[in-house]
């Protein structure tokens, strides 16, 4: 069983930069494939990117590449979303996932989730 929480969303005008944080309970955070997704007004919940356990290998979705980056620190049970370059599409409300054994794109992957966080961001 795992928790997560996460933080750092707020109000940025567009071409600014947010970096989301997500805390996980639990001693067995490095085992961990971690995700985070985002739903925007309207719209339903989407990939953004993810990062295994061990290799720490990511991937992203199209739209965040070169814009985003996923990392961990496995020692913090953290995981962070570090978003650069923000435009008013990204606006949404940004949760974080756990799964033991998954890394895509698919939220029905993922075991654990957060509350959410809601970024908006102003042109």
């Known amino acids: 069983q795992v928790q997560l929480v996460e933080s750092g969303g707020g109000l940025v005008q567009a071409g600014g930069s947010l970096r989301l944080s997500c805390a996980a309970s639990?001693?067995?955070?490095?085992?961990?494939?971690m995700g985070w997704f985002r739903q925007p007004p309207g719209k339903e919940r989407e990939f953004v990117a993810a990062?295994?356990?061990?290799?720490?290998?990511?991937n992203y979705a199209d739209s965040v590449k070169g814009r985003f980056t996923i990392s961990r620190d496995n020692a913090k049970n953290t995981v962070y979303l570090q978003m650069n370059s923000l435009k008013p599409e990204d606006t949404a409300v940004y949760y974080c996932?756990?799964?033991?054994?998954?890394?895509?794109?698919?939220?029905?992957?993922?075991?654990?989730w957060g509350q959410g966080t809601q970024v908006t961001v102003s042109s």
């Open positions: 639990g001693r067995t955070f490095s085992v961990y494939m």
């Open positions: 996932a756990a799964s033991t054994y998954y890394s895509g794109d698919l939220s029905s992957g993922y075991n654990y």
């Open positions: 990062i295994r356990a061990g290799s720490g290998s990511t």
